[in-house]
T-cell receptor, first 114, second 111 residues
Framework: EPEVTQTPSHQVTQMGQEVILRCVPI?????FYWYRQILGQKVEFLVS????????KSEIFDDQFSVERPDGSNFTLKIRSTKLEDSAMYFC????????????FGPGTRLTVT | QKEVEQDPGPLSVPEGAIVSLNCTYS??????FMWYRQYSRKGPELLMY????GNKEDGRFTAQVDKSSKYISLFIRDSQPSDSATYLC???????????FGQGTILTVHP
């Protein structure tokens, strides 16, 4: 069964450093998302992406964040200058046209900012 | 008022019990109602979803929506230890796919 994959599974970085989190969505999916979950808190929406453009972003997704689909398979989230409060699980998700709410999540990347 | 509220539990039941998990929501524009299961340190897994009001059944799982009360439920029949996980309700509030999640209810089914 196809699934969303994410790398790395765990990333440790120092405050102020740039990180890139990578995702490979399910191959026939056209809609892509990033969510995050701070330990013990709700899963929070960050951004949705379709047709090489951001469709919607939350207030969390400020100028320090960016997304890109550099090729036909990868979808990345970049945090330019990490802060301690960026420490969280980051989940990528994808969905097909016509069923955008049926989102399939990857296993997540645990980001630890020290 | 929070958009989606869910009792975090924890909920502990014996194997074979019927489990009832619930969420309330405030936004009457919500039309789709999703249930996800999340095992520890894993990504959310889509269990089932319903559109508008009514019931939907899938094996041991039944999802129920009461739009008049802004209340949704997930019932698990004949619960198994493998059902032990956090159950998240989620609702899309925009046309661009953004899901708003509840806090999640931690469920433990003990043998």
């Amino acid at each position: 069964e196809p699934e969303v994959t994410q790398t790395p599974s765990h990333q440790v970085t120092q405050m102020g450093q740039e990180v890139i989190l990578r995702c490979v969505p399910i191959s026939n999916h056209l809609y892509f998302y990033w969510y995050r979950q701070i330990l013990g808190q709700k899963v929070e929406f960050l951004v949705s992406f379709y047709n090489n453009e951001i469709s919607e972003k939350s207030e969390i997704f400020d100028d320090q964040f960016s997304v890109e689909r550099p090729d036909g398979s990868n979808f990345t989230l970049k945090i330019r200058s990490t802060k301690l409060e960026d420490s969280a699980m980051y989940f990528c998700a994808s969905s097909v046209r016509g069923r955008i709410y049926e989102q399939y999540f990857g296993p997540g990347t645990r980001l630890t900012v020290t | 008022q929070k958009e989606v509220e869910q009792d975090p539990g924890p909920l502990s039941v014996p194997e074979g019990a019927i489990v009832s998990l619930n969420c309330t929501y405030s936004n009457s524009a919500f039309q789709y109602f999703m249930w996800y299961r999340q095992y520890s340190r894993k990504g959310p897994e889509l269990l089932m979803y319903t559109y508008s009001s009514g019931n939907k059944e899938d094996g041991r799982f039944t999802a129920q929506v009461d739009k008049s009360s802004k209340y949704i439920s997930l019932f698990i029949r004949d619960s198994q230890p493998s059902d032990s996980a956090t159950y998240l309700c989620a609702m899309p509030g925009t046309s661009y796919g953004k899901l708003t999640f509840g806090q999640g209810t931690i469920l433990t089914v003990h043998p």
